[in-house]
């Protein structure tokens, strides 16, 4: 796109907005809706800020109109206050701040933020994963807050984002897109942190400096993981799911982000921390957004040791009281073993029972997992939910998803409960079972059954569990042999009004 226009050119030291700010630099161009991103002078207030300059023919009455729904969104989002959104300093239109001479259809102008190119940041190498998750929490945060208050930030651009000194990522050119929706936001998200992990963009429209992200046959964004071995999988796999659409898995929500961010963060952090040299400095990085890692590995090892030396101690004070009984049995006559006084040998004795026993085997693990010949939904009371997505469970890769239905109220408001019910070709003498998914809170019951499709009533629970983190293994009470396991789930992730669960992957595994 050309960057001049019928008045005269957008190059650094031109004027616009009736000669009140003064070009400085261009930082990208928004093709989709022919937003130029500049810094300029405002001479009037004699400081620096940046200008969205929708470049467009006044004459052309869809672009106009066009303009006029951004620069409308841009208006209702100067209220909106965070840290993680430049804040609007003023809207420019025809006539209002504009002339038509200028070839503009209008200005958004906000504060300027100082940093870094968000292009710049990974143009030389990815992000470390847990940094990156930490970067999107925060711009996550801001999204979630603006769509509280009904507005679409627009912020699907890499070029509209600046990170700040402090290290936190912020939309430093305001002005959404006139068709955006809060949709495009959450996809945006996925979209910075799939570009934070890899360098690649995933959405469409992006600048052509940055790689496109790879994409499989079907039309799938690649994983990151595939890209950068080093990223965990929780990550690799939120960021693909939240920028697929619902139909395929997908995250809808800031909020939901929100609950797995922290978690994959720390886990990303604490993989760090513990693959560096413990006597270097974790925090002597360029950004300073972590928080403190909650190093359970480092807790459980200082616990071990305490344990090991109380029972030292313990053992030792024993010692030194076994021998001042013995002591004085020693001097009354009536310790020691006994004396046959024709044979002064004294006699051997038996070691204490306790000591003849070998030490208690450990417990036996379990085996690997087993694969079900089939699965399929169970839903006793109706429907089911996404039927046709019930393999993607068991297919080994945990990016595919199968989720449950959307539903306004949690179970068992409007039905007891969904699940899966999985086929052996023979009796698997099951231990636990193993869930591989992002959907905290979601309450699951593991359930045995004679046939494929059992009444509910006629199913027997063997186990129960929540899902916290991103792997969740629930134990049976006791190894129980069926050929038909049923995971059921009780109570859904989420908050009113969306409950939705979902599962990545199902491994079953038999006792050890």
Known sequence: MSTSTRGGSLAPGGVVGDGRYRLLAQFGIDERAGAHLWRARDGQLRRDVALTMLVGDPADAEAARLGRRTLERAAHAAKFNHAGVARVLDVLSLGNGISSSEGLLGIVVAEWTKGTDLIDLVAERPVEPGTAARMVQALAESVELAHQSGLVLGLDHPQRLRLTPDGRLRLAFPGPLPDAT??????????????LLTGRWALDGGPPAVPAAPRSPTGRVVPARSLEPRVPQELSALAVRTIEDGGH?????????????????EEAERTQYIAKDPNVDTDGG????????????????????????????????????????????????SSGPPVNLADPTPTQQEPPPEQNQPP??????????????????????????????????TDGDPTTIWRTDEYQQQFPTFK???????????PLELAAVKITAVSPGTNVEIRVADEPEPA??????????TIEGTETEIDLQEPTSSQYVIVWITSLSGEEPEFVSEFGELAFLPAG
Do not use: C, H
């Not at 898995?249 to 963060?265: K, N």
């Not at 399929?376 to 393999?391: H, L």
């Not at 007891?416 to 023979?426: E, I, N, P, R, Y």
């Open 360 to 393: 208690p085997a450990p417990p036996p693990g379990n085996g690997e997992p087993v694969a079900p010949s089939d699965i399929t939904v169970y839903n006793p009371e109706g429907e089911g939910d996404s039927v046709a997505n019930a393999a993607r469970a």
């Open 416 to 426: 007891t409960g969904v699940g899966l019910v999985a086929t052996f070709d023979s």
């Open 182 to 195: 809060l949709r495009d936001d959450v996809k945006a998200l996925g979209a910075v942190l799939y570009l």
């Open 456 to 465: 509910l009533d006629a199913t027997q629970v063997v186990g129960s569990g």
């Open 249 to 265: 898995g997908g995250i809808r929500t800031s909020a939901a982000i929100l609950r797995v961010l922290d978690e994959a963060a």
């Open 286 to 333: 360029v950004w300073t957004t972590k928080k403190p890692v909650k190093d359970a590995a480092r807790r459980r090892k200082l616990a071990l040791g305490v344990t090991v030396l109380v029972v030292a101690v313990v053992g030792i004070l024993a010692w030194l009281g076994m021998m001042a009984i013995s002591f004085f049995q020693d001097d009354s006559g």
